[in-house]
């Protein structure tokens, strides 16, 4: 099994600290506190990181168990884009997408049907993505459009598909963006990026001593709007509205979309890196079907099965899977 070669995470921050309370035992009272980069800290870390390993393979050196549980069935890819296709970054509207990521996801739609399932606007993700041959659900599902390009899986309903479950909640979503800009204003570093059915408060670039003060912000003009909601993401907060919508309810509607419902021959694999994507995995582990991979560097409680570490191996993942597909054909 391949193991993970380094515990730090590019998220580092929060989901660090959240890996590590999940982990660790909790330090007697007056205990001797060991030093972060001590030696017992790293072969603690190392520890813990072989225990999840253990739970949560990597999904590259596991991809034969894999293949051997999709025989025989449909292949159907949910992608996350930011943290899965693309790395990380400060600035939200620079998290482009390689060439190399492309070229891997247009030959996975070569031969998959291929949905990408992100947070993001759906126009915006699109720009990110430029594959028109592919599902996008945007908002957090809550915007789910089909290929605009004829591919050989588009069926004429999917290619027609279009579901705005959250469309009444338009007006309240565009003046909760209008205050929570104003409000978050004086914060340095804190930007409102408006996803049409979401909004999404990145405080990625704001000091850490700033972070609670930015929240308290958030939540104080949220109370002004009842029929939305606050969930937390990796240096993000996420305001949707308050109806029962998510990445899982997406994929199951995709999969309707495609001909799948209560199908036992269809094997959907979800690749997410976020808390987002767990409603996701959640719906594939009811299922019994299919499999959810988190791209995580750190341990992380997670219904996924597998795991891979970063969108590099996301890449490489993809790139086995069509060399298997064509293997076969
Ligand atoms: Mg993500």
Redesign the pocket.
């Given at each position: 099994m391949t193991k993970h070669t380094a515990f730090a995470g590019a998220d580092g921050g929060t989901t660090a600290a959240a890996a590590v309370t999940l982990c660790a035992p909790p330090r007697a009272r007056g205990a001797r506190r060991v030093a972060a980069g001590s030696l017992p800290e790293l072969v603690r870390r190392h520890a813990d990181l072989d225990d999840w390993m253990e739970k949560h393979p990597s999904a590259l050196a596991g991809f034969e168990s894999v293949l051997a549980a999709a025989e025989g069935k449909q292949v159907v890819m949910f992608l996350?884009?930011?943290?899965?296709l693309s790395p990380?970054v400060k600035d939200p509207d620079s998290a482009v997408m390689s060439e190399e990521m492309r070229d891997a996801v247009r030959g996975v739609a070569e031969h998959f049907p291929t949905a990408i399932v992100?947070?993001r606007c759906r126009d915006k993700v699109f720009n990110f993505v430029k594959l028109a041959e592919l599902y996008y659900a945007g908002s957090h599902g809550m915007d789910i459009k089909g290929p605009t390009a004829q591919s050989k899986h588009t069926k004429a309903k999917a290619e027609a598909v279009l579901c705005q479950p959250a469309s009444a909640f338009l007006p309240v979503i565009d003046e909760a963006y209008r205050a929570l800009t104003a409000r978050t204003a004086p914060i340095p570093g804190a930007t409102v990026e408006n996803n049409k059915f979401c909004l999404s408060v990145h405080f990625r670039c704001v000091q850490e001593e700033k972070w609670r003060a930015l929240e308290e912000q958030v939540r104080s003009v949220l109370k002004e709007y009842p029929d939305l909601r606050l969930t937390k993401?990796?240096k993000v907060l996420e305001v949707r509205p308050s109806i029962k919508w998510d990445k899982g309810n997406a994929i199951q509607f995709l999969l309707e979309c495609l001909g799948f419902a209560d199908s036992n021959n269809v094997f959907p694999i979800y690749i997410?890196?976020?808390r987002?994507?767990e409603d996701a995995f959640k719906v594939l582990r009811g299922m019994g079907q299919g499999i959810g991979i988190l791209?995580s560097k750190i341990p992380k409680e997670t219904s996924a099965s597998y795991s891979l570490r970063e969108p590099s191996e996301v890449k490489e993942f993809l790139h086995m899977l069509v060399r298997s597909k064509q293997r076969r054909d």
């Open positions: 996350d884009y930011d943290g899965t990380i992100s947070g993401g990796r997410g890196d976020d987002t994507d791209v």
